[in-house]
C-alpha cells in the first residue's frame, strides 16, 4: 500500500515493482485518437487493417494508456517534471480490446544537487498485455518532491 | 522537394535534415487533452499554473504535435512500423500559443537483413520554438518500405 498521502521522492525503493491496470483498450477511442494524431491506414482503416490481423493501436496512444495508468498510482503531488525517456520500444501490436496492464520497476534514485526540495527518480515502464508480453516498454527519468525537504 | 509519390527508403539521405511546422500551441487543445491523458495541474489548472509562468504542454502532448507535423511530410506510404524511440528529452516548457517546429535528421539507414522489402532508418527529430529553442528530441528508429525491392 502507498502511503496515504502519495508516493514522495523518499518512498521510491529501487527494485520495488508497483502494478495498475488494466486498462482494455476502446476501439472508438484508439480510432479517434489515431484520427486527431497519427491517421495512418493500419491504426485508422478497418478494412485495410483486416488484412493485417486488425487495427492496431499508435505507438503515441500506447504512450497515452501509460499515462492514464500511472495516473491511477498516487504520484500527482510529486512529479515536478519529466526529464525524459529512454530505450521505447514496441515490441508488438496492440489492438481494440487488448487489456493492457502496467508494470513499473524503479531503477534509480538520486537527491539534486542543486535544489534540496526534489531528487531525480528512474524507472522501468513496461504495459503488457493480457497473455503477459511485453506491447511497449521504456525507462523513464523524473524529478519528484521530497515530503520532507 | 520530396518525390511526388512520397519518401521511400532510397529517398533517405544520412545527415540530410527536413523541416515541418510551425504549429501554434492551442490552449483549449492543450488542457483538453492533458484533462484526458495528464492532467496534472500545471497542464489543466490555470490559476495554478500562473504562479508558474503559465500553463505547461504535457510532454505526450509535445509528442503528439510531433507525429502532426510529421504527418505534412510524405512518409504516409512508406512507414511500416516504429521500432522505439531513444534519449527523448524534454529541454524546457512549451505553453498556449509557443509556434513549434519540427526538424528532422536522418542519422542511419540499412536494409533489412531477412525481409527485402524494407530497411531501418533513423532520425533524430528536434521540436523548436519560435526562439529557436529546443524543447524536446528523440532518436526515433522506423520499419520503412522501399520503393523498389
Known amino acids: 500500500m502507498p502511503p496515504a498521502d502519495g508516493i514522495y521522492f523518499e518512498d521510491v525503493v529501487v527494485g520495488a515493482v508497483l502494478h495498475a491496470g488494466p486498462y482494455v483498450i476502446p476501439e472508438a477511442e484508439l480510432t479517434a485518437f489515431?484520427?486527431?494524431?497519427?491517421?495512418l491506414p493500419m491504426h485508422v482503416d478497418k478494412a485495410y487493417a483486416a488484412a493485417h490481423g486488425g487495427l492496431t493501436a499508435p505507438g503515441l496512444y500506447l504512450l497515452a494508456v501509460k499515462f492514464r495508468l500511472v495516473?491511477?498510482?498516487?504520484?500527482?503531488n510529486s512529479v515536478i517534471a519529466s526529464i525524459g525517456y529512454d530505450e521505447l520500444r514496441f515490441h508488438r501490436p496492440a489492438?481494440?480490446?487488448d487489456a493492457l496492464t502496467l508494470e513499473l520497476t524503479w531503477t534509480d534514485k538520486r537527491r539534486s544537487r542543486s535544489k534540496p526540495d526534489r531528487g531525480i527518480v528512474a524507472g522501468r515502464y513496461t504495459l503488457n498485455n493480457a497473455q503477459g508480453e511485453a506491447v511497449m516498454s521504456h525507462l523513464d527519468t523524473v524529478l519528484m518532491r521530497l515530503r520532507q525537504p
Open 34 to 39: 489515431a484520427a486527431a494524431w497519427d491517421p
Open 71 to 76: 495516473h491511477t498510482l498516487p504520484f500527482q
Open 95 to 97: 489492438r481494440p480490446g
